[in-house]
């Protein structure tokens, strides 16, 4: 089951590349080939095609893809162009990587950050100025200090997560002024100080694009970026105009299912909600790889394009981090930025290498099979593969850490994502916790940093609290406060967009997850033997063997007992709906469940207090010894799963999500 609740937590980040398999390591643990191949060939349209025809094929098969296209740029010109599969499986219809529109899903959140830039290069926006100031609705502060806009292009801004209707279920509910004035997450970080993926965030700054412009956000993108690009077949429009719905890719779950699904709605839209061709994706990397010009056209000036490819937030000094919109991706020794995007259904990845004026991007209509990695995985496969092909690269030798073993010890333990909601779906984010764990060796495992057949990789310790991947050149550093605890990790494995903090054992997964397993499995033999007990006896026809003054109480517990199990299986069961149809968080749908659950949740507190009461009675009654020990694990169990529900917001009627 966490297997698909990972899924679940990851798509509830919405339109990003926070899912780990994004980012899984093609190396299987091992030096990739490259690193010890010798001298580069030349990267030239002929190699490139030799290169992709040889894994896009295999790719689509192997993780039931139905089509996917690729396009590379260099030195200000299109290098390599093609579509491979099919845009639509029913027509046999082949991908074009001129005319088929596929959706970058959070790959558009470049385009908002280009307006936002386009406007400060201008003066009309301030990137460290109150980004109230630019709204009509006001955005409250958090200790004391106002979000800017390079917090909310830095995804800095302490925004919890958000998922209820960023794919809204009809085009009547997509309303970027609206979605933002009723949809305002909870604080739960100070601005600037820890990174936090918002896709709320981006659909502020777009809003703040259309209110300083003055047009609507996608006519302003429409009229400033894509005009000026020759970007004919790009739109942010929802639904798509006529002129370019019949070039839209239809998007599959598989393709062995082979059923096209609907057009996907993006609310706030400028966070994901572009449809695009891989040449038209081509025009924009070679205006931000040629300091703002194509072609005869600027869309910003070059020292506006350094800022924005300059670091502004980094998680540990070394590590890959944030520019202004782009996250780090440095690799095989070279400078790289980037963004990758993910609906449901199309999966994308854009990556610039600065220094070699060359640019990248791939788009899959499908989710493909979770099994074979699907979209997410082969998308970091195929750009680790191409670097390298073409910039092969060996990482230096470092020698382990003296304190290794010691300091593994010291850091193992449950961690969380500090892209999380804590409003109404704690627990959900519970159960996507990661493990760190010490080896014998002073190496450390984590359980969410797996090579391409779900083993953990071994990251080892060359700095104080600094790991390497063992046979990888991936970094994972430990953060500490003042006192020398540990504040959070981050990894350049992933992109930047969130870091680890740690959970104590209570809220664990590792702790908290097995105690309330454990309390549950307690009820449950309660609530199987209470009724087994009343069949058994109405059969035979005798009485229970209880006191007289016990049996209210004793009956009021095991209808507690009853509660607590419906409360906890009642969220169990919810989460495992959504897993399987993401709709219900995605659409809000639900809410009204959520609702019922919380009123069920509050008996159940009023059941912890009878079963409690029982427990203290039959103490005092003098009851069997074997009888006082079962009420008393009821007891222990309950309150546990008391202390559990209010813990983790069963309770909070709070329906944020």
């Known amino acids: 089951m966490n297997r698909h609740v990972r899924c679940l937590v990851a798509l509830l980040a919405g339109l990003s590349t926070s899912l780990v398999a994004a980012q899984t390591s093609p190396t299987n643990g091992q030096a990739p080939p490259a690193a010890i191949a010798g001298a580069a060939p030349a990267m030239t349209a002929q190699d490139l095609g030799a290169f992709f025809d040889g ?50 899903g959070s790959t558009s959140k470049l385009f908002t950050w280009t307006a936002v830039m386009q406007l400060v290069e201008q003066g009309r926006l301030n990137l460290d100025r109150d980004i109230n100031d630019y709204l009509d609705f006001k955005i409250p502060p958090y200790q004391g200090k106002p979000i800017t806009l390079r917090n909310l292009m830095t995804h800095t801004p302490g925004f919890e997560d958000e998922a209820r209707d960023l794919l809204p279920a009809s085009i009547a509910d997509v309303d970027l002024q609206r979605y933002l004035k009723t949809h305002i997450p909870a604080r739960i970080f100070p601005p600037g100080e820890i990174v936090a993926y918002s896709n709320y965030g981006c659909g502020l700054a777009g809003y703040i694009v259309q209110r300083i412009s003055g047009e609507r956000f996608d006519d302003y993108i429409g009229q400033h970026i894509f005009k000026p690009l020759d970007m004919a077949h790009s739109t942010f429009a929802q639904p798509l105009p006529p002129a370019l719905a019949p070039l839209m890719a239809k998007g599959y779950k598989t393709a062995s299912g082979g059923v096209a699904q609907p057009f996907e709605l993006v609310d706030p839209a400028p966070a994901g909600a572009m449809s695009s061709s891989a040449m038209d994706m081509a025009h924009f990397m070679i205006a931000q790889l040629q300091d703002g010009h194509y072609g005869d056209t600027q869309i910003l000036q070059p020292s506006t394009v350094q800022l924005m490819h300059s670091l502004q937030y980094t998680p540990a000094p070394g590590l890959n981090g944030f520019d202004l919109g782009f996250y780090q991706e440095d690799r095989n020794g070279l400078r790289i930025i980037g963004h990758g995007g993910d609906t449901v259904l199309f999966h994308s990845d854009l990556h610039l290498l600065l220094d070699q004026h060359v640019g990248i991007f791939m ?131 992933l992109p930047a967009i969130e870091v680890f903090q740690p959970v104590s054992t209570l809220r664990s997964l590792g702790g908290g997850g097995l105690l309330a397993g454990l309390a549950l499995a307690t009820l449950l033999v309660t609530v199987v033997t209470w009724l087994a007990g009343w069949f058994v006896r109405r059969h035979y026809r005798v009485s229970l063997n209880v006191p007289a003054e016990l049996l209210v109480t004793r009956q009021l517990s095991r209808l507690g007992a009853l509660a607590l199990l419906v409360a906890l299986l009642g969220w169990i069961v919810l989460i495992v709906a959504a897993g399987v149809n993401e709709n219900l968080l995605l659409h809000g749908t639900a809410a009204p469940w959520m609702g019922l659950l919380y009123v069920v949740g509050v008996i159940a507190l009023v059941g912890v207090v009878a079963i409690v009461l029982n427990t203290v009675r039959a103490w005092l009654a003098r009851r069997g010894w074997w009888v006082r020990l079962g009420e008393t694990l009821l007891g222990l169990a309950a309150l546990y799963l008391g202390w559990f529900i209010l813990a983790f917001g069963l309770v909070s009627f709070n329906t944020h999500f």
């Open 363 to 493: 788009s899959f209509n499908s989710a493909g099979s979770p099994d074979a990695g699907g979209t997410r995985m082969i998308r970091a496969a195929i750009f680790h593969d191409f670097l390298d092909r073409y910039f092969p690269y060996a990482p230096a030798a470092q020698p382990a850490w003296p304190s290794a073993r010691q300091d593994a010890k010291r850091v193992a333990g449950w961690y969380q994502a500090t892209r999380r909601n804590e409003s109404a779906l704690r627990m959900l984010y519970m159960l996507a916790q990661t493990s760190v764990t010490a080896q014998a060796d002073g190496t450390l495992a984590v359980s969410m940093l797996t090579d391409d057949a779900g083993k953990p990789l071994h990251w080892r310790e060359v700095g104080p609290l600094q790991y390497r991947e063992v046979n990888g050149q991936d970094k994972l550093d430990f953060v500490t406060r003042p006192d020398g605890s540990i504040r959070y990790w981050a990894t350049d494995y």
């Open 55 to 104: 894994l896009m094929p295999f790719a689509l098969r192997r993780s039931d893809i139905a089509g996917g296209v690729v396009v590379v740029v260099k030195d200000g010109s299109v290098l390599f162009a093609k579509g491979y599969g099919y845009a639509d499986l029913a027509q046999r219809t082949p991908v074009s990587p001129q005319a088929t529109l596929f959706r970058p």
